[in-house]
């Protein structure tokens, strides 16, 4: 691990990358949370950080009294499933095309959604929340849906030959909602009791009216995200049972980002923010990059660093740069040297989420070796891209 001490305006932080490779914006958007009043202890930064709005992702954020909804993100509950199957490489490869293209048919990708909602009893709840309720229509067309971005669905392999699929979305529209709306009450907060914050990090305390609030409606949003995984999950489990009438499930691990939550800390209380950051315990999933592999880690639950680990790779390069610098027929070409099938309605999405536009993986696991221990490396197969 490499664990640098980093000193902000009265404040401490604690890095899992060296400083000088984190991005000057991101470096910025540290210091500007540096000046939140009530930080508990440091902010943690994880390998994968990136610039975000407000708050940089991959980092993660305790604080005593308040909640900041951009140090939780926009895409509220976004997270990763895996699921271990009894299917080998040898028996799906020959049908690899046909699986990625029949999934492509039946999940909608991008800004598309279902014509018709799927059932789910996460809609029988009384909601409250006036974005959600007026999002909520919207929602039940978005559910079993993947959206776009860095969003994924892939066939991998582990290093015996068993086949996963592992999948990344969160709440799509509805979590993106939530975070607005209650981004704009933070500000109205600080503007009312003449509170000098940053640009996007205001905020509430979590005890407020606006505070429970919205983690009422966050938690929501994390349990339609989740619900979300799972019965895209389930589709592409079932077109697969399709090919494979043998097809059985072995295991189905899923890790969650982009939420706050109170836990306990240093023996004390704290609202632990996770933007782009995951919760270290148990089995977490760690995707790289299209192309590149995934990991399955045992969390070591590192108090140091809230039992945090990083969420992915983390990008090194925005979307307009990546097409600015990428060609299409040069990201296919290195796909297919790494015998990496890719799919998708559209090439705009291959480009901006290519292999070069990440961080290495390899280097990435390196740097948190006291965060998680891998367990099983996923190379991919096959990938369905919005």
């Known amino acids: 691990m490499i664990c640098i001490p ?24 540290i210091n500007d949370l540096s000046l939140i009043p009530d930080i508990f202890k440091w902010i943690a930064i994880m390998p994968d950080v990136h610039p975000g709005f407000g708050m940089p992702i991959g980092g993660v954020l305790a604080l005593s009294e308040n909640i900041i909804p951009n140090a939780v993100g ?3 509950g976004c997270g990763v499933v895996s699921i271990k199957t009894n299917l080998s490489v040898d028996i ?85 909602k939530v975070a607005s709306a209650y ?17 996007g990090l205001a905020y509430f305390p979590y005890k407020s009216t606006e ?33 494979f009438n043998s097809l059985e499930e072995i295991e189905r691990v899923e890790t969650i980002h982009n939420y706050a939550k109170l836990e306990n800390h240093f023996d004390k209380l704290v609202m632990v923010h ?26 070591l639950e590192n108090p140091d660093a809230f039992c945090s680990c990083s969420h992915g790779a983390g990008r090194v390069m925005g979307r307009n ?20 099938m890719v799919v998708s309605p559209g090439k705009k999405s291959i480009v901006e989420e290519a292999r070069q536009v990440y961080k290495n993986i390899e280097e990435v696991m390196d740097y948190q070796k006291d ?16």
């Open 6 to 29: 980093y000193f902000s305006p009265n404040k401490k932080l604690k890095s899992w990358i060296p400083l000088e490779k984190i991005d000057e914006n991101a470096i910025q958007q």
């Open 74 to 76: 926009v895409d509220i």
């Open 183 to 199: 981004h704009k009450l933070a500000k109205r907060y600080c503007k009312r009791n003449n509170i000098y914050v940053p640009l």
């Open 92 to 176: 799906v490869k020959p049908v690899l095309k046909d699986l990625l293209t029949e999934i492509m048919e039946k999940i909608p990708l991008g800004h598309n959604w279902r014509k018709k909602p799927l059932v789910s009893s996460i809609f029988d709840e009384t909601i409250v929340d006036k974005t959600i309720q007026r999002e909520l229509k919207n929602a039940q067309k978005q559910l079993g849906t993947l959206g776009g971005g860095n969003h994924f669905i892939e066939i991998q392999h582990d290093e015996e030959g068993a086949i996963y699929v592992t999948l990344h979305t969160g709440s799509r529209n509805l979590g993106n």
């Open 371 to 386: 965060l998680v221990r891998p367990i099983v490396k996923l190379t991919p197969l096959g990938v369905v891209k919005g």
């Open 274 to 299: 996770r933007k782009g950051a995951v919760e270290a315990k148990g089995k977490v999933i760690i995707p790289g990059s299209m192309g590149t592999a995934t990991y399955i880690c045992e969390g």
């Open 211 to 243: 505070g429970s609030n919205y983690l009422k409606a966050m938690d929501f949003c994390i349990r339609f995200a989740s619900e979300n995984r799972q019965k895209i999950a389930d589709i592409v489990l079932n077109v697969m049972d399709g090919h």
């Open 321 to 340: 740069e990546a097409k600015k610098k990428l060609g299409y027929e040069d990201v296919m070409k290195d796909l297919n040297e790494r015998n990496v």
